[in-house]
């Protein structure tokens, strides 16, 4: 299977709803053929919802948006059992999480009790109800979203639930131009809440999708590569400006986006060029920055920065 073709496809899909946002969809298009899941974090209005609902179209997949707010509780998400007066016997009512593409949309206006819910379903694929487990659908991606500004009645993600995303995607204003274009496409008609009428077409199916997974699982990677990923997760747990450097996650996370990244661009093998690129998707919402970095005016991905110009690139 041709992945480069395969993503060709789906950015020239894509298009006909999306206007801009090409290293979102590239990132969030890499941690589907990684198994991962995406935190999307952006100001309201930007597509992120679109950008959800036209990636589910486009691998044919059940979507399913669940609205987070203080009072959801993880019942809500996940299901419980119920009993059947008719059959005298308990029946599992099944949440909106038994779905494909789930939208967690501003995960962190959820308590934590409710956040929680969501961690065995990210790593496992499975739920727990009253001490059964239920498989949940192939694929299972959760793409949540958060507003990075308002932090009024929101609980912030813990560290274990944030280390469960693949990346953290920032969602940001387009250009001008691409703003103008989407204007223009609104007074021609678009509707976002009917993108079939865009003339979208899926590009592939749930089990093409295994597939292809299976061909980014045979992507080469040197032994110089690994321990290039390596040196930087140790890097970051040096780093003066952290208190907190990536997890053995974040090198596992790092390792097969850069496998599926090499893959879409039309390589059997893996560059630093690749390891590079995602390292910022991969470590800012797993690193904790000092107080003395805060201060300086750093943000986590101008201490990765740092990190990476201290790493030697492998030859």
Known sequence: MNLQDLYTQVRREAARVIVGQETVLEQIVVALLANGHVLLEGVPGT?????????????????????????????????TSVFDLNSGRFYLRRGPIFTQILLADEINRAPAKTQAALLEAMEERQVSIDGKT???????????TQNPIEYEGTYPLPEAQLDRFLFKVRVDYAPAEVEREVLRRYHQGFDAHDIVATGIRP??????????????????????????ITRIAVASRQSPDLLLGGSPRASISLLLASKACAAIRGRDYV?????????????????????EAEIEGLDADAVMARVLARVEVPR
């Open 47 to 79: 597509a992120k919802t679109l950008l959800a609902k036209t990636l589910a179209h486009l691998i044919q997949a059940q979507f399913v948006r669940v609205q987070f707010t203080p009072d959801l509780m993880p019942s809500d998400i996940i299901g």
């Open 134 to 144: 239920e498989a949940l659908p192939f694929p299972f991606m959760v793409l949540a």
């Open 271 to 291: 560059v630093p060029d690749d390891v590079k690129a995602l390292v910022p998707p991969v470590y800012r919402h797993r690193v904790i920055l000092r107080p």
């Open 203 to 228: 590009v592939l199916t749930p089990e093409e999708l295994a597939q292809a997974r299976g061909a980014v699982g045979d992507i080469t990677v040197e032994e110089g590569i690994v321990d290039y």
